[in-house]
């Protein structure tokens, strides 16, 4: 790759030409068997897989940074996170959108969770971003518990990733984390009720191959409601981006 090429559109290249190219290449044998395509190969998913390969995970992590980064600018117009003290970046990765957040409002604190695999890698992106004294970096399985402390709990390109049953126990642990007065924000494409031919379609439902291939799935806003329900929480806001994402905001259903 040309050396003028910054480092997170090297990754993102690394990721689309590799791992991404062969996951449409084997689409087919996807949808035939119903099983997705890293636990094809080795029976595990594709997180523990890239834990084995940290190349790959780099590629990958510089990949998901290089979209978080593109993608801030219209989430932060849509959404006032100004009015929080705590964002908890949860599966952050390497904490791009939470950096340009922090930039953004000067008075709020952060943190990334994620697995301890990025650990050096995310700490050493948020050191270089302008808001390195009010980031870190902790590590944890949302499976198992999300660390209290935050009053809004974002989740870009998590919920996606995940069949309803793992992506309860993410929300469900959002949810008790977030208390009675916090807030969990989804950031994801919504699938639209009536597909068209237009380049924001497209996107989203090459978004939903991606993640069939994988093993997730892109959801409808009525999907998404019903999900939620489901792990007691309530849709509050739907706030839409110009671009393809839309932040989904949920409450703890008052008892
Ligand atoms: C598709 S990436 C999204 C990264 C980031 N939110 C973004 O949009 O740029 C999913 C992230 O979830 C993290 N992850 C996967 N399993 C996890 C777990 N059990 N606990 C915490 N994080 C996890 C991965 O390491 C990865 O960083």
């Known amino acids: 790759l040309r050396a003028n090429v910054p480092n997170s559109m090297r990754g993102r290249a690394l990721h689309v030409g590799g791992a991404l ?21 080795t029976g595990s998913t594709g997180f523990e897989e890239m834990q084995r390969d940290p190349a790959r995970l780099h590629a990958f992590q510089l990949s998901m940074a290089e979209s978080s980064r593109r993608a801030a600018a219209d989430v932060i117009a849509a959404y006032d996170f100004g009015r929080f003290a705590h964002v908890m970046d949860v599966g952050g990765g390497y904490g791009a959108l939470l950096a340009a957040i922090l930039e953004a409002f000067p008075k709020l604190q952060g943190t990334v969770l994620d697995l301890p695999y990025l650990s050096a890698g995310a700490g050493e992106y948020l050191a270089n971003s302008g808001s390195a004294k009010r980031a870190r970096f902790v590590s944890g399985d949302f499976f198992r518990a999300v660390p209290v402390g935050a009053d809004c709990y974002l989740l870009k390109f998590i919920i996606h990733d995940w069949d309803d049953e793992r992506s309860l126990q993410i929300l469900n642990n959002c949810r008790i984390a977030a208390g009675a007065n916090g807030v969990v924000a989804i950031v994801e494409r919504i699938v639209p009720d009536h597909v068209i031919q237009s ?34 929480l309530r849709l509050s806001a739907i706030a839409h981006t110009t671009g393809v994402f839309s932040i989904i905001e949920a409450r703890a259903e008052r008892s």
């Open 199 to 232: 380049n924001a379609h497209c996107e989203v439902i090459r978004g939903d191959l991606t993640m069939m291939a994988y093993g997730g799935t892109e959801r409808t806003e009525a999907q998404y409601r019903e999900l939620l329900a489901k792990a007691g």
């Open 21 to 41: 190219w062969r996951a449409f290449a084997d689409l087919a044998t996807v949808v035939r068997t119903g099983h997705p395509m890293p636990s094809l190969a």
